[in-house]
């Protein structure tokens, strides 16, 4: 397995200490993000996941424990802090709330501008950007605001892109778009993925997606960690994580039924192609109970 | 970290306090803040404080609470008394140039300060605990006589709590954006005076289009449930005076009156 580039030890949180308001969003978490993986970090709302997120960039600091870059605690220093925000890209929940340049092109420019980069590098970075998130040449000199909500979120997707980060967090990308809007968002990042190999953490609560895309999954659940593994590991679990308020995969409830009427499903099946190969060896292998 | 602003922030109780009438609150306030005024002795202010410090005590209010809320007016309370501190009459027991300190120099500027400090923790006490719709609610109560006066009194008190309920919401999101824009780089405590203004636009910016879309949205909201102004308008919770309220009241007058009484005979 891949070595780890960020890691979290014994990472709490607390908001809001010593008032009526007090509140642990997390607690004890030990997380790890390998080079180069894909990690599907699910939970339900209020289950830590935002605030998790918000510590893998030195947003917030923990109440105690460490979060580790190379091995290095980010909250070290104002320039450890400086370093992890450009080497660990955060694209926030609706994104597209926070586009204000003039221009699409100058938005997108924002944060290779703000690594203090020069102008070639930074106009190269905003064209790969753009070119990695399907954000058309002719559309970098339009306003932000003229466009739609499909196209504004990959302007804002690629305004953290263009920092070229080796880990790639996105809160919910998908939120709120249309189907084919959401398997354009995630073509755009499998893109980024394939072609820089950077880690992509994908926070959902979307097991679906969780499930087709992710190499490893992490559950959150009132602010631990709840179960860990490949999407095949922590779908056999489908009861556990329904009574934690998730849904499974169409396909898992499937199997769980027809496994509850008596028929014999072998393995973890969350994928219709999953689905079909294990009722083809049904076929071709044994009888019905 | 903005989180942190206390201003006009209710925690949540079941004290006597809390369960006051919301207009009876509202009245203490005004009654109490009078008898501050009127106040000119020693004595006057120490019953001003007993009655603010048990007002604290039953309501169970932390006193860090309390002493948090007053960190914005630290520097008007030290201004205050630095300026009471030379301006006393009387024979000076320090003098310095053009400067001299009298014993009623120093009398003034600790009361000042003391003014300034009991005034703004009495006002706590009516935010901390009341609710801003019931403190609304209060208001538009109390204002209602001004309705003859052709004063929209409904439509301010909808525009206060609709106001109210938006700060924690505002923040929230003035939140949200510093921290996506932080994500990319930005930072907002270097550089001079311009650099930090400059650093603003990209959290006024999209500030600004959420309020309007927010404002857009809510007024939408309204006019679909029908909502057409004050009148005829009924609530689900009616408020009434309790005992209670008129008993806290006669201690307010006596507060006042003892005050003013204190005053006329030069205590």
Redesign the interface.
Known sequence: MNEPILKTENLTHVYSPGTPFELTALRNVNLEIRKGEILGIIGHTGSGKSTLIQHLNALIKPTSGRVLLDGQDINASKSSIRLVRSRVGLVFQYPEYQLFEETVYKDIAFGPKNMKLDAAEIDRRVRDAARFTGVEEELLDRAPFDLSGGQKRRVAIAGVIAMMPEVLVLDEPMAGLDPSGRTEIMENILTYHRETGAAIVIVTHSMEEAARHADRMVVLNHGEIAMEGAPAEIFTHGDELRRMGLDTPVMTDVADRLRALGVNIQGSVYTVEQMVSALMELEGGGRRA | ML?DVTLGQY???DTVVHSLDPRTKILMVILYIAALFTAKSWLGYALCLVFLASAVAVSKIRL??MLKGLKPVVFVVILTSVLNLFYGAGEPIFQWWIFKISREGIKAAVLMGSRIIMLVMGTFMLTYTTSPIMLTYGLELLLGPLKKLKVPVHELAMMMSMALRLIPTLIEETD??M?????????FDTGNLIEKAKAM??IL??LF??SFRRADELATAMEARCYHGGENRTRLNVLKLAPRDFTTLTVGALLLAASIALARIGL
């Open positions: 989180k925690f949540p109780g860090s609470a949200k954006i921290s996506a824009q932080k994500a990319r780089g930005a930072e636009l990209p910016v999209p289009l959420s």
